[in-house]
């Protein structure tokens, strides 16, 4: 079984420009999870689907970063402009109703 | 709220000792609780958990067990090797989000 997909791996981007990510979860799991991960500290909850339904985007700063899950599937995450500060791992999982949470390998984001 | 406190690593052994890394948490009502890895360049992996009081979790030699008394849920392995040197997260499950420790690098040399 195929686990948590994550694209690109890597990214380099100067400040203010756009960036996005995308996320293909295990197949059959209908929640999907987005986290920041700074260096150094444990992941921290963005954004939580339940099928193409956001239930909790409490933590994502909306007014530069924005989120979608088209057909309750892939999830693309999305930042702009970004900032110095954006410079962290984002980290995608998908579970089962909630169940267990199994992660993607993320995406390192350097901001410059 | 609910909230993970790790003990701060890094922690360094020999092959072959006994392994701790504490975690207590705060939480309302009760959470289940999980031990994640995070091995060099790879995402995070579920270790171990447990649902309820006084469960044990246990993977790979690794064990934790669930205390609500002492709101604690402990990792500990007998005889670690180099392969188990890595990052380890306790987190806790609340209304289906997960709560994350800052996390302990371990690094177990030969």
């Known amino acids: 079984e195929a686990g948590v997909v994550q694209s690109p791996r890597y990214k380099i981007i100067e400040k203010k420009q756009p960036v996005a990510f995308w996320c293909n979860p295990i197949?059959?799991?209908?929640?999907l999870y987005w986290y920041l991960q700074n260096l150094g500290q444990g992941p921290e909850l963005l954004i939580r689907y339940e099928n193409e339904e956001a239930v909790d985007d409490s933590q994502l700063p909306k007014d530069r970063f924005s989120a979608e899950r088209l057909k309750g599937v892939d999830s693309t995450l999305k930042i702009q402009p970004a900032e110095l500060g954006d410079s962290a791992v984002y980290l995608c999982?998908?579970?089962?109703?909630?169940?267990?949470?199994?992660f993607g390998p993320g995406t390192r984001l350097t901001v410059t | 709220g609910n909230s993970v406190t790790q003990m701060e690593g890094p922690v360094t052994l020999s092959e072959e000792a006994f392994l701790t890394i504490n975690c207590t948490y705060t939480a309302t009502g009760y959470p289940s609780l999980f031990w994640y890895v995070q091995y060099p360049g790879e995402g995070l992996q579920l270790l171990l958990k447990a649902t309820k009081a006084d469960d044990k979790g246990s993977n790979k030699g690794f064990e934790a067990t669930y205390r609500k008394e002492t709101t604690s849920f402990h990792l500990e392995k007998g005889s670690v090797q180099v392969s188990d040197s890595a990052v380890y997260f306790c987190?806790?499950?609340?209304?289906?989000?997960?709560?994350f420790g800052t996390g302990t690098r371990l690094t177990v040399i030969p």
């Open positions: 197949s059959g799991h209908n929640t």
């Open positions: 987190a806790l499950l609340r209304a289906n989000n997960l709560f």
């Open positions: 999982a998908s579970s089962l109703q909630g169940d267990e949470q199994y």
